[in-house]
């Protein structure tokens, strides 16, 4: 059973920064895509960050592109999501995905496993 667990999550003012974990096991780790998305309440879940297997790609929403970074350390089985300059609309649950492909897909469908979620408040 591939289980993905997040956390890092909390109450940060505007401007702060937070750093995202999850750690998976249940799949061989380093031949995983992973990703994060989010979710507003009252909106669609989200694209965030992605990195390949390796870590030599990676790719951002522009909502959040110089302010996030994700990375992955695959002898720990461990993915992160570094938030700085954080802002209100930032404000969601953050999801950390893998994908069964070495490459990070294309498509949310692309992505076969999905954590629970850790909640991400910005307060202003």
């Known amino acids: 059973q591939v289980q993905l667990v997040e956390s890092g999550g909390g109450l940060v003012q505007v401007g702060g920064s937070l750093r995202l974990s999850c750690v998976v096991s249940?799949?061989?780790?380093?031949?995983?895509?992973m990703g994060w998305f989010r979710q507003a309440p009252g909106r669609e879940r989200e694209f965030v960050a992605a990195i390949n297997w390796n870590g030599g790609t990676r790719t951002y929403a522009d909502s959040v592109k110089g302010r996030f970074s994700i990375s992955r350390d695959n002898a720990k089985n461990m993915v992160y999501l570094q938030m700085n300059s954080l802002k209100p609309e930032d404000t969601a649950v953050y999801f950390c995905v893998a994908a069964p492909t070495l490459a990070i897909p294309s498509l949310t469908r692309g992505y076969d496993y999905w954590g629970q979620g850790t909640q991400v408040t910005v307060s202003s």
């Open positions: 249940g799949r061989t780790f380093r031949n995983s895509a």
